[in-house]
């Protein structure tokens, strides 16, 4: 059989456990928090003071960490062209009327992503630090050049993709949100905190499809995975550009802002897939194929390798300025 037909199989054998997935890993929408629980009620009599005091508080946050999370917005606003990338995937079916548990996962989960782009765009804006128009200009050149992540229409690399990236924005939203406590900025931090808190829940249940899927076809899996360590697995936002430039242009001058600040860099990738390995137990798969052998191998040796390498990496300290944020020397 083609491993395009073994993965609609595989797909189709663990669909039955999707609507299980969504219930221990996702949250009801009227139970779960929504934007303007964290924002000033703008139907409110304390509103304007409200939002003075969001924007007192913003004059103490820096030019990096604004940068930072303004990226971090637009990936999180970029999600049409997500949730539009999933629904293509081997065995997500959206034209099944409601029956294809995962494209009701796919719905569900956008749903839930649909409010980080939202909570942290009012913030940005009553914050009065960014520029909004060239942020929104941003946003959309990233909406319209899409992505390529490396995935095709692959389920097994599209969920380790989601698996590394869940964790990955985990990691960067609570990072931004305890600079943003530090620096007496409660509201902020409030807001990344819990951000971070669904990201984490996204995590598990990736990491969770696909240790289902090394149930099904562990060689074909472990290939998959190795194939994307490979390419490297590569940011939603990687194609980022400023208003007149180039396509991709400002995706590594904003990596270095995160890498600088320290909300994420080159070891927190090779920890993600420390704890992959880890949770997938590659060690103790059985009956591979000689190729997937080999796959395994070359994934449990890949962290030291890449620590190897990031000890040599140099980042450049220089501050390149973004359309998005006023340079004001504070880091
Ligand atoms: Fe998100
Ligand atoms: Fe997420």
Request: net charge negative; hydrophobic share 35%; aromatic share 12%.
């Amino acid at each position: 059989m083609s491993p395009k037909n073994i993965r609609i199989e595989v797909m189709n054998a663990i669909e039955h456990k999707v609507d299980g997935f969504i219930d221990s890993f996702l949250i009801p929408i009227e139970e779960i928090w929504q934007p303007t629980d964290f924002l000033p009620d703008s139907q409110g009599e304390g509103f304007m003071e409200d939002v003075h005091q969001i924007r007192e508080e913003a004059k103490e946050l820096g030019y990096d960490f604004w940068v930072t999370m303004v990226a971090d917005t637009i990936t999180e606003e970029a999600l049409p062209t997500y949730e539009s990338w999933l629904m293509d995937v081997e065995g997500i079916d959206q034209h099944d009327g409601n029956k294809n548990g995962w494209s009701k996962w796919v719905r569900a989960w956008t749903a839930e992503e649909n409010r980080h782009g939202d909570v942290l765009n009012k913030y940005l804006y009553l914050s009065g630090r960014v520029n909004m128009r060239e942020m929104e200009i941003t946003t959309q050149h990233l909406i319209a050049d899409g992505f390529d992540i490396g995935t095709d229409r692959d389920p097994y690399k599209n969920f380790v993709y989601t698996s590394f990236q869940e964790l990955a924005t985990y990691i960067s939203h609570k990072r931004v949100g305890q600079m943003a406590k530090k620096k007496g900025n409660t509201l902020l931090g409030k807001m990344c905190t819990i951000i971070s808190g669904d990201e984490m829940r996204h995590h598990l249940a990736y990491r969770e499809f696909v240790k289902t899927i090394f149930g099904e076809d562990p060689s074909g899996m472990l290939l998959a995975f190795a194939d994307m360590m490979k390419k490297k697995i590569v940011m939603p936002a990687h194609f980022l550009r400023e208003s007149g430039g180039s396509i991709g242009t400002a995706f590594e001058t904003f990596s270095n802002c995160a890498q600088r600040l320290g909300v994420y860099t080159a070891q927190d990738y090779i920890d993600i897939l420390g704890k992959l390995n880890t949770y997938w137990d590659l060690a103790s798969l059985r009956s591979l194929s000689d190729d997937a052998e080999r796959a395994r191998d070359y994934l449990m040796k890949l962290p030291d390798r890449l620590k190897r390498i990031s000890d040599r990496m140099k980042f450049p300290e220089e501050q390149y300025h973004f359309k998005w944020v006023e340079a004001n020397g504070i880091i």
